[in-house]
């Protein structure tokens, strides 16, 4: 199943109607944030998420917060709605998932240049566990 939030007609939807997988890279992108604002290695608890992919995600993660334009703003774990950043994060994961290269690159493009754009994309590639649906 595929979940795209709209950014020209944002209205943050309830993370309860995001599919599961969208839960758990919200939850894994969350608790990065929060753990890297207090130094500490967001590694271990992402593991417990993530698995396998958890070294991609964090990779993906890092590239993130660096090329945003303004501060990657996230809702604490326990939020019942997302904030722009994590709907925007989201949709980059789901065109990942689809292989939607195209998709990712108009996705982000008022937001970054092409050479942060396609570093995030790759990033996000190798994120998107085989099997993840959005």
């Known amino acids: 199943m595929r979940f795209m939030l709209s950014a020209a007609t944002f209205m943050p939807p309830p993370v309860t109607a995001l599919p599961e997988d969208a839960r758990i890279q919200l ?3 969350r608790m990065w ?8 290695n967001p590694k271990p608890v992402i593991a417990a998420l993530l698995g396998d992919s958890t070294a991609a995600f964090c990779t993906l993660m890092e590239g ?3 090329a945003w334009p303004d501060a990657f703003t996230t ?8 904030s722009p950043d994590e709907a925007t994060f989201l949709d980059l994961l789901a065109h990942a ?3 939607d290269e195209a998709g990712a690159h108009l996705l982000m ?3 970054l240049p092409a050479t942060d754009r396609q570093r995030l994309w790759q990033a ?3 994120a998107v566990p085989a099997g ?3």
């Open 124 to 126: 996000a590639t190798r």
């Open 27 to 29: 939850k894994a992108a």
């Open 97 to 99: 998932g689809d292989g």
């Open 109 to 111: 493009l008022d937001l």
């Open 75 to 82: 809702f604490p774990p326990c939020a019942s709605q997302l």
């Open 64 to 66: 993130v917060v660096t």
């Open 33 to 40: 944030v929060m753990l890297a604002r207090h130094q500490r």
């Open 132 to 134: 993840f649906a959005f």
